[in-house]
């Protein structure tokens, strides 16, 4: 159903709502609020933590001045509850100064606790009467262009009337467990009556697309076998002997991976497999291993990377390892006589081993023989993407690799349609990171330290999480971080990189800094995975308390790649008990696993799955909150529904759908 049959959205409003994901009346009820207005009791902002949202009732006292002389224009107003002095500002709100007046008011917003300084930021206000608005527990959506709270409100509601919103589970499931009514727990989400209520609707909601998730992987993974075409011919003695180009012994979950290779490609079916490991668990290694067996037994083998930085660097492995054999690169940054003579000997069958980013699946790269693909960092592909290049050779083995740390037991969600094998163990020689939280006290000790480092030839990291500004201040932006450190160390050669660089500009910047040309790079998480800069030995990570700790793991590991003794710094831009506490859940952590295990408990799966662990392939239950046992209660679910053989046609279409949705899908 299209948006515009909703009474409240025209032609510039859809394409705002298009803006955010949402393309029809479906979509808008699976629009999930980002939080909630929580005005169902007023706070004391003299106890309030800092950054916790409150709503208050005081007294403003008077206003200062509009700031016009900084970048933002600042309006601020003194106020006191109880007795209590606090602030209160508004960045680039300046009508604000015209509205509001001495008396008494209801604020909703933001504490900030700076050095026992208190003050609410940009806080929603209304006077204090007898017949106030801000009560209840009210929605609060993500927004874009012209769309406002009250216009995402307004067609949210009347999409709850007009869509279908009942269950895909067989009714025999449903009556058996007794579930909630699904229509209510959209409803409820949307508008809350109560917290409890709420969250058991997220819970119902998210029980759905689980359910729907699993049972999709269920039918096609059922169907989806292929008779082997290619009869590999390597013995296990070539194997084992090409493992000692390495100079070091694999690891008990090295050889046990390469094992699970070998059995796949002599299996009578095709082999589709994932190889999970935590940073350096060596899975580069194995999927050489694979690639062996594939042109020893005569056949072509290709190396997909996400980026043209990790594709450079694992075309030159491929070259190190295979010395006898032929090897090609394939990106979108050569050179459209590159391509062409790249292609060509492709087509005419003189390359072995092909490398390269997504440029590998254009339509005119034909490669012969092709019977083993590797996917490296599967996250950042969907399965079409996967699909489509192990199409370019009938029945190629595929194995895709993640070093994103995912508990074991919820592997079955993201990898439904792959064999797993997870690597837990790392090779002896890979140092431990000492990791710090650095209090603000010793910042300019820490920074000394770097300058000091630096002279003496290493390499360092300071990574931040926003790439502009925060309005609030709270957070600081990588390309503030950049001017703030060159005026600091003017001795310390800087680079910047961030996701808006185009791929050449962020290529270029990383090789850079892989040569030694600068001493430390200033970056967002796009460094996060793959890039290997074994010189680099310390990791510097502001507002660490803003990452999930699966990603502050991952982060950590691009130090520690080299013979040096490596470190990782953990500065904090909010204090409070549970920021510590998982900040040193990562410091006494060296398991990637353990760690995400430790980051589902304390965070609950709908903050977990929120994240970019999960890319766009959990996007329909972004928002809700739920606990981890809902999972498992969908596979029991989805289990019973299977074995019972309910022949159930609006579930199977409703997981062929849930499929197809992730084909065209690239994880972020």
């Not at 208050?56 to 008077?62: K, L, M």
């Not at 070259?319 to 062409?340: I, N, Q, S």
């Amino acid at each position: 159903m299209k948006l515009s049959t909703l009474r409240s959205i025209g032609e510039k409003r859809e394409k705002d709502f298009n803006k955010l994901g949402i393309n029809d009346v479906e979509d808008l009820v699976r629009f999930y609020p980002r939080a909630y207005l929580d005005l169902t009791e007023r706070a004391t902002i003299k106890y309030a933590y800092h950054n916790d949202m409150v709503l208050i009732a005081c007294e403003v006292t008077r206003l200062a001045p509009i700031n016009y002389s900084s970048r933002r224009k600042i309006v601020r107003a003194f106020c006191s509850q109880d007795g209590f002095p606090f602030t209160v500002v508004w960045f680039n709100q300046p009508y604000v100064a015209q509205k509001l007046k001495p008396g008494e008011y209801l604020f909703y917003g933001r504490v900030q606790n700076k050095f026992g300084q208190i003050s609410l930021v940009n806080p929603t206000y209304e006077p204090l009467d007898k017949n106030y608005r801000l009560k209840g527990i009210i929605p609060v959506y993500s927004l874009k262009g012209s769309l406002s709270q009250k216009v995402v409100r307004a067609a949210v509601k009347e999409a709850l009337q007009k869509c279908d919103l009942s269950t895909v589970i067989p009714w025999q499931i449903v009556k058996k467990y007794d579930l909630p009514d699904l229509t209510r727990a959209y409803h409820e989400v949307h508008n809350p009556t109560s917290h409890q209520n709420k969250d058991n609707a997220s819970e119902r909601i998210a029980l759905e697309e689980y359910f729907t998730l699993i049972s999709a992987f269920k039918i096609i993974k059922g169907g989806k076998e292929e008779a082997r075409v290619h009869e590999y011919t390597v013995t296990a003695a070539e194997v084992k002997e090409f493992s000692t180009r390495f100079g070091f012994e694999f690891t008990d979950g090295q050889k046990r991976a390469v094992n699970d290779i070998y059995e796949n490609v002599y299996a009578p079916t095709r082999m589709n497999r994932l190889i999970q490991g935590d940073v350096g668990s060596g899975k580069t290694a194995v999927a050489l291993c694979g690639i062996y067996m594939a042109v020893k037994s005569g056949f072509s083998a290709a190396y997909l990377s996400p980026t043209e930085v990790l594709a450079a660097q694992n075309y030159a492995v491929l070259k190190k390892y295979f010395p006898e054999y032929e090897v090609g690169y394939l990106a979108g940054g050569m050179t459209a006589k590159e391509k062409r003579e790249m292609k060509a000997r492709l087509k005419n069958g003189e390359i072995d081993i092909l490398c390269g980013t997504h440029a590998i699946f254009q339509g005119d790269v034909e490669i012969p023989r092709l019977s083993f693909v590797v996917c490296d960092e599967q996250h950042r592909f969907g399965v079409a993407q996967r699909n489509a290049l192990a199409e370019k050779g009938v029945g190629a083995d595929m194995l895709v690799m993640s070093a994103t740390p995912i508990p074991r037991t919820l592997s079955l969600i993201f990898y439904g349609d792959l064999d797993v094998t997870t690597i837990t163990d790392k090779p002896k020689a890979r140092q431990e990171i000492s990791t710090s939280i650095i209090p603000e006290s010793k910042y300019d000790d820490m920074l000394d330290y770097v300058r000091k480092e630096t002279a003496a030839g290493k390499q360092a990291y300071f990574v931040c999480a926003k790439i502009d500004d925060d309005e609030e201040g709270s957070i600081i932006s990588v390309t503030e971080l950049y001017e703030e450190l060159k005026n600091r160390l003017p001795t310390v050669r800087f680079a910047l990189l961030h996701g808006r660089m185009k791929d050449k500009e962020k290529a270029e910047v990383m090789t850079a800094f892989k040569n030694k040309e600068y001493d430390c790079l200033v970056s967002t998480t796009v460094i996060e995975v793959g890039v290997d800069v074994p010189n680099a030995t310390i990791m510097i990570i502001y507002n660490a308390e803003r990452f999930g700790l699966s990603q502050l793991h991952q982060l950590r590991g691009r130090v520690g790649r080299g013979a040096e003794k490596s470190y990782c710094f953990l500065l904090m831009g909010a204090d409070g008990e549970t920021a510590r506490e998982r900040l040193l859940t990562l410091k006494n952590n060296t398991d990637g696993f353990k760690i995400a295990e430790k980051d589902l408990e304390m965070r609950g799966s709908g903050d977990f799955f929120g994240t970019r662990q999960s890319g766009k392939m959990l996007s329909d239950i972004k928002n809700l909150r739920y606990p981890t046992q809902v999972i498992f209660a969908a596979k029991k679910l989805s289990d019973d529904a299977f074995e019972g053989r309910y022949d159930d046609e609006r579930l199977r279409e409703a997981a062929i759908k849930k499929y197809e949705s992730l084909k065209d899908v690239v994880l972020n």
